[in-house]
């Protein structure tokens, strides 16, 4: 089973809006990342946020972490058509290092209606 | 700069028959990893190489191999294909000492 499952399923929005997506994962991490993919194609990373961090920015996007609920959260701002696709969190467990094995959860459809 | 690349695009098998999907790292990366993406789903880790060799491997049958060339680029097989192994598989490749991984745009294998 996946480790982790990403709320809403699907998310519809207007362009401008915010879009927060989040993520619950099961056991331990190393660090969490959150992935883009447009339909049919390659996940590309978005941002890493580590086990002792509690946020991150990166441009438009502004990732949290509770390590405590075992949750994340990604806030898309001001968002544009082109942020349509699906979104991924994706931990790596404790105790282990570098990209080996990572686990997806299952995914956020966003749609952005221009 | 060349990003990680997979071929072929599309595939259509018959169940009992064996494939070969291949995947060309991102310049300068050593590391493959391959994921099965079934419709709907998240990507599912199947194995990483590393140095030619296995360093990894995640739920998945005998059936489901791999192998990785001295230039890096990696072959992932299947052999007696079930209707279940239909999805897209993901290649994506790094570097040992990296966190995040880069994919290609995947095969889809279609088995009917």
């Known amino acids: 089973s996946q480790q982790g499952e990403e709320d809403p399923q699907a998310l519809s929005i207007q362009e401008g809006e915010n879009a927060t997506m989040n993520c619950s994962y099961k056991?331990?991490?190393?660090?969490l990342q959150w992935y883009r993919q447009n339909s049919g194609r390659g996940l590309v990373h978005l941002i890493l946020?580590?086990?002792?961090?509690r946020e991150k920015h990166s441009g438009r996007l502004r990732v949290t972490l509770d390590t405590s609920k075992k949750s994340s959260s990604l806030l898309i701002t001001a968002s544009r058509a082109a942020d349509t696709a699906s979104y991924f969190c994706?931990?790596?467990?404790?105790?282990?290092?570098?990209?080996?094995?990572?686990?997806f959860g299952t995914g956020t459809r966003l749609t952005v209606i221009p | 700069d060349a990003g990680v690349t997979q071929s072929p695009t599309h595939l259509i098998k018959t169940r009992g028959q064996q494939v070969t999907l291949r995947c060309s790292p991102k310049?300068?990366?050593?590391?493959v990893s391959w994921y099965q993406q079934a419709l709907g789903q998240g990507p599912q880790f199947i194995f990483q190489?590393?140095?030619?060799?296995?360093?990894q491997r995640g739920n998945f049958p005998d059936r489901f191999s791999g192998h990785q060339f001295p230039n890096y680029s990696s072959e992932l097989n299947v052999n007696a294909l079930l209707l279940g192994d239909s999805a897209l598989y993901l290649c994506?490749?790094?570097?040992?000492?990296?966190?995040?991984?880069?994919f290609g745009n995947g095969t889809r294998l279609t088995v009917t």
């Open positions: 994706a931990t790596v467990p404790l105790g282990q290092t570098g990209a080996n094995n990572l686990f």
């Open positions: 946020i580590r086990s002792n961090e």
């Open positions: 190489y590393y140095e030619e060799e296995e360093r």
């Open positions: 994506a490749s790094s570097l040992p000492q990296h966190n995040s991984l880069h």
């Open positions: 056991t331990s991490i190393n660090n």
């Open positions: 310049s300068g990366h050593d590391t």
